[in-house]
């Protein structure tokens, strides 16, 4: 199912409140419980799917960036920049190397 970047946004702006309160509890439990408490495990499981699921919302919401070209329309590019000129050679940026 694709979304469009602004659906996407909603649903990881959504995602949050759980996702805060599944960090809080791991916390919580990991000062309390045994190592390998079950209950533990699957709180932390619970938090690294809902953590995968809230990435990968974020990166559907961007228009552009990680995985994806930047679409630009003409008024959106920016004028070419004007040339520099060389600066491999020192005389060719201005700058002398030599002591005044």
């Not at 209950?39 to 919302?57: G, H, K, N, T």
């Not at 070419?80 to 700058?95: I, K, Y």
Request: glycine content about 6%; aromatic content about 8%; overall charge negative.
């Amino acid at each position: 199912m694709d979304l469009e970047p602004w659906q996407a946004g909603i649903v990881h702006k959504k995602l949050f409140p759980g996702l805060n309160y599944l960090l809080r509890l791991r916390d919580r439990l990991a000062k309390v419980a045994a190592p390998d408490d079950p209950l533990l495990q699957m709180v932390r499981d619970a938090y690294d799917a809902s953590w995968r699921l809230s990435l990968e919302m974020h990166y559907r919401s961007c228009a552009h960036g990680v995985g994806k070209e930047s679409v630009k329309t003409q008024t959106d590019q920016a004028p070419p920049a004007e040339p520099l000129g060389d600066f491999t050679q020192p005389e060719a940026s201005g700058v002398s190397l030599e002591s005044p």
